[in-house]
């Protein structure tokens, strides 16, 4: 039995979208993984590119809601940012909500002009989901 794992973010625009990239390349035999944001940001093409760099294709995702997911029962919810984690409304049924927060890249990077500054930025927080996910179901104790 898989379990079922949405990573929640403010948009669903890059940490999520890294997560779930990373759970359905790492861990499809064990989880069923989905990502969403409180509100949509669309997809980030820094986030596409470095997990391209590590053989992860999230290039046909798409920046979604939590209404876009209604009716999808999760056995944990994963929010990776603080403000989904403040803001996360409350799942009906079994739905274990556990908060592991990841820096922004995007904001992080905001100020950098130099191309490869801002991708070593992405590229480390990806590492970080990557190594995260890697715990997983584990991690979450289900």
């Known amino acids: 039995m898989k379990h079922k794992i949405l990573f929640l973010c403010t948009g669903n625009s890059c940490r ?12 499809a035999d064990v989880l069923d993984p989905y990502s ?24 046909q995702h798409r920046s979604q809601t939590l209404d876009d997911l209604a009716g999808v029962e999760f056995d944990a919810v994963v ?33 950098l002009q130099d191309e490869e500054e801002k991708l070593a930025i992405y590229r480390r927080v990806r590492d970080q989901i990557r190594d995260y996910v890697m715990t997983l179901p584990g991690g979450l104790g289900l």
């Open 36 to 59: 969403a944001g409180i509100e949509t940001h669309g997809l980030n093409p820094h986030a596409v590119r470095v997990m391209a760099e590590a053989g992860v294709d999230i290039s």
């Open 79 to 111: 929010t990776v940012c603080a403000h989904a984690h403040e803001t996360c409304p409350v799942f009906p049924g079994r739905a274990k909500v556990v908060h592991h927060g990841f820096d922004d890249p995007p904001r992080l990077a905001a100020g």
């Open 16 to 27: 999520s979208q890294m997560a779930e990239g990373w759970a359905r390349h790492l861990k």
